[in-house]
C-alpha cells in the first residue's frame, strides 16, 4: 500500500483525498496547521463545468439541492448608471448532469469532509523540513517523523511548505489590488450580475436555493511594502469604510444598505510557475499557482489540478506539469484580460469596450475559444 501525505485541508487538498478515499492501494494522512476547520464562511464561490464534472465523480451530484444554485447567465453592467450592456448564456456549456454551479466555500468544504474520517486529519502540524529519499521522510512541528511514498501540498497561496521543499522565496507577489467580500441575506436576483466601472468591478450571485447573495468587488490599489506588511491594515474600519464609500460614489446601485459581513482581502497572485523537480512531490491548488479573481476559476482549477495529480499518482506517469503549465497559461491570460478590461477608465475607451462587449458576447466562435475551452475541457 502506498501512503501520501495531503499538506493543506482546503479545497483541492480535499477533493484529492476524497478521490484517495475507496481506492485501497493508497493511504493517506492530511496535515492541517489550523486547529478547526472553518465551516461558517459564508462567501460564495463560481464552479464552471470542468470542475462539477470531477466533483461528480465524488458524489457531488448528491448534495442537497438547497445548498446550490444554477445561474444560466452572465449579465454586464456599467456600474455608473446600471445600464446593461449584455449577457452571455453560460448554461450552453452544461451538459445533462454538470451544470455551472454556485455555492457557498463553506458548504463545499463541508461535503468534501463528509467523505473523509476524522482520524485522516492531523490537526495543529505543520512541516518543518522534508528528506527525500527511497521513502519521503517528512520533519513535522509535533516532533514526528513520518515516511511516505507521496507528498500532495495544498496549503494555499502563502504555501510555507512550497518554501520549505523548494528551498527558496516562493512568496506570491501584491497584485495591486483588493477585494471586498460580503453577504446580501437575500435578492431577487437569479443570475450572475456583473458590474464594470473605472478601476473597479463588482458582482453579484446567488449562493443557493434561498436566494442568498454574494458580493465581490474587486478594486486597483496600491501600498507601499511597509503598508502591506501591516497585519492591521485590512481589517481596519476606516479603510473599509473608504473603500465603500468609493465604489457607491462610482455606482448608482444601492449597496450600502445591503451588505453584511464584508471585509477586505488583499490579492496575490504567483509570480510565475515554478519549474518543480522533486520526486513524488505535486503542489496543487493556489500552492501550485494563484490566479487573479477575475474569471472565478480559483476554485475549479483547485479541483482540476487535484485530479490530475492524483491520476498521475495512479496511473504512473509524469505529465503533470507539464499538462497543469499549458492550462496555467490559458487561464491566468484570461484572468488577466479580463482585469484589464473590466476596470478601464478612460471615456474612449469605456465606449469600444460596450462596443465589443456586445459584439462577442454573442459570437459563438470567440465564446467556444474564450470559455469553452476551459469549462468543457
Same mark, same amino acid.
Given at each position: 500500500?502506498?501512503? /501520501?501525505?495531503?499538506?493543506?485541508?482546503?479545497?483541492?487538498?480535499?477533493?484529492?483525498?476524497?478521490?484517495?478515499?475507496?481506492? !485501497?492501494?493508497?493511504?493517506?494522512?492530511? #496535515? *492541517?496547521?489550523?486547529?478547526?476547520?472553518?465551516?461558517?464562511?459564508? @462567501?460564495?464561490?463560481?464552479?464552471?463545468?470542468?470542475?462539477?464534472?470531477?466533483? %461528480?465523480?465524488?458524489?457531488?451530484?448528491?448534495?442537497?439541492?438547497?445548498?446550490?444554485?444554477?445561474?444560466?447567465?452572465?449579465?454586464?453592467?456599467?456600474?455608473?448608471?446600471?445600464?446593461?450592456?449584455?449577457?452571455?448564456?453560460?448554461?450552453?456549456?452544461?451538459?445533462? %448532469?454538470?451544470?455551472?454551479?454556485?455555492?457557498?466555500?463553506?458548504?463545499?468544504? &463541508?461535503?468534501?469532509?463528509?467523505?473523509?474520517?476524522?482520524?485522516?486529519?492531523?490537526?495543529?502540524?505543520?512541516?518543518?523540513?522534508? *528528506?527525500?529519499?527511497?521513502?519521503?521522510?517528512?520533519?513535522?512541528?509535533?516532533?514526528? =517523523?513520518?515516511?511516505?511514498?507521496?507528498? /500532495?501540498?495544498?496549503?494555499?497561496?502563502?504555501?510555507?511548505?512550497?518554501?520549505? =521543499?523548494?528551498?527558496?522565496?516562493?512568496?506570491?507577489?501584491?497584485?495591486?489590488?483588493?477585494?471586498?467580500?460580503?453577504?446580501?441575506?437575500?435578492?431577487?436576483?437569479?443570475?450572475?450580475?456583473?458590474?464594470?466601472?473605472?478601476?473597479?468591478?463588482?458582482?453579484? @450571485?446567488?449562493?443557493?436555493?434561498?436566494?442568498?447573495?454574494?458580493?465581490?468587488?474587486?478594486?486597483?490599489?496600491?501600498?507601499?511594502?511597509?503598508?502591506?506588511?501591516?497585519?492591521?491594515? +485590512?481589517?481596519?474600519?476606516?479603510?473599509?469604510?473608504?473603500?465603500?464609500? !468609493?465604489?457607491?460614489?462610482?455606482?448608482?446601485?444601492?449597496?450600502?444598505?445591503?451588505?453584511?459581513?464584508?471585509?477586505?482581502?488583499?490579492?496575490?497572485?504567483?509570480?510565475?510557475? &515554478?519549474? #518543480?523537480?522533486?520526486?513524488? /512531490?505535486? +503542489?496543487?491548488?493556489?500552492?501550485?499557482?494563484?490566479?487573479?479573481?477575475?474569471?472565478?476559476?480559483?476554485?475549479?482549477?483547485?479541483?482540476?489540478?487535484?485530479?490530475?495529480?492524483?491520476?498521475?499518482? /495512479?496511473?504512473?506517469?509524469?505529465?503533470?506539469?507539464?499538462?497543469?503549465?499549458?492550462?496555467?497559461?490559458?487561464?491566468?491570460?484570461?484572468?488577466?484580460?479580463?482585469?484589464?478590461?473590466?476596470?478601464?477608465?478612460?471615456?474612449?475607451?469605456? +465606449?469600444?469596450?460596450?462596443?465589443?462587449?456586445?459584439?462577442?458576447?454573442?459570437?459563438?466562435?470567440?465564446?467556444? =475559444?474564450?470559455?469553452?475551452? =476551459?469549462?468543457?475541457?
Amino acid at each position: 500500500m502506498k501512503k /501520501v501525505a495531503i499538506i493543506g485541508c482546503g479545497i483541492s487538498g480535499l477533493y484529492f483525498a476524497n478521490l484517495l478515499e475507496n481506492n !485501497e492501494l493508497y493511504d493517506y494522512t492530511i #496535515y *492541517e496547521k489550523k486547529n478547526q476547520i472553518n465551516l461558517t464562511d459564508a @462567501y460564495g464561490i463560481q464552479l464552471s463545468v470542468n470542475s462539477i464534472k470531477l466533483l %461528480n465523480e465524488i458524489g457531488f451530484k448528491n448534495i442537497f439541492a438547497s445548498k446550490i444554485f444554477f445561474p444560466n447567465k452572465v449579465n454586464f453592467f456599467e456600474a455608473k448608471n446600471c445600464d446593461k450592456i449584455c449577457d452571455i448564456d453560460i448554461s450552453k456549456f452544461n451538459s445533462k %448532469n454538470d451544470r455551472y454551479t454556485t455555492i457557498k466555500r463553506s458548504a463545499l468544504i &463541508e461535503f468534501l469532509l463528509s467523505n473523509i474520517p476524522s482520524n485522516k486529519i492531523k490537526k495543529n502540524t505543520e512541516l518543518n523540513s522534508i *528528506e527525500n529519499g527511497e521513502k519521503i521522510k517528512l520533519h513535522l512541528s509535533d516532533n514526528s =517523523i513520518e515516511e511516505f511514498d507521496y507528498v /500532495v501540498v495544498a496549503d494555499g497561496v502563502f504555501s510555507k511548505t512550497k518554501k520549505t =521543499i523548494l528551498k527558496k522565496d516562493t512568496s506570491p507577489k501584491f497584485f495591486n489590488s483588493i477585494a471586498l467580500r460580503g453577504n446580501i441575506k437575500s435578492g431577487d436576483i437569479s443570475d450572475i450580475m456583473l458590474f464594470l466601472g473605472s478601476d473597479f468591478h463588482f458582482v453579484i @450571485y446567488p449562493v443557493n436555493q434561498k436566494k442568498e447573495l454574494n458580493f465581490i468587488s474587486i478594486i486597483r490599489k496600491k501600498f507601499n511594502k511597509k503598508d502591506i506588511l501591516e497585519e492591521n491594515l +485590512f481589517k481596519s474600519k476606516e479603510l473599509l469604510k473608504s473603500l465603500m464609500d !468609493e465604489i457607491c460614489k462610482k455606482t448608482t446601485f444601492k449597496l450600502n444598505a445591503k451588505l453584511e459581513n464584508i471585509k477586505i482581502f488583499p490579492i496575490y497572485v504567483s509570480q510565475k510557475f &515554478e519549474n #518543480y523537480n522533486q520526486k513524488n /512531490v505535486y +503542489f496543487i491548488g493556489d500552492a501550485l499557482f494563484a490566479f487573479p479573481p477575475s474569471f472565478a476559476q480559483g476554485a475549479s482549477q483547485s479541483i482540476e489540478s487535484a485530479k490530475h495529480a492524483h491520476d498521475e499518482i /495512479v496511473n504512473n506517469t509524469k505529465n503533470y506539469y507539464k499538462k497543469r503549465r499549458s492550462r496555467i497559461n490559458q487561464v491566468n491570460f484570461r484572468s488577466k484580460l479580463n482585469y484589464f478590461v473590466f476596470h478601464l477608465s478612460n471615456p474612449l475607451a469605456i +465606449f469600444l469596450r460596450k462596443i465589443f462587449i456586445k459584439y462577442l458576447s454573442k459570437n459563438k466562435k470567440f465564446l467556444q =475559444i474564450y470559455l469553452g475551452k =476551459i469549462y468543457k475541457n
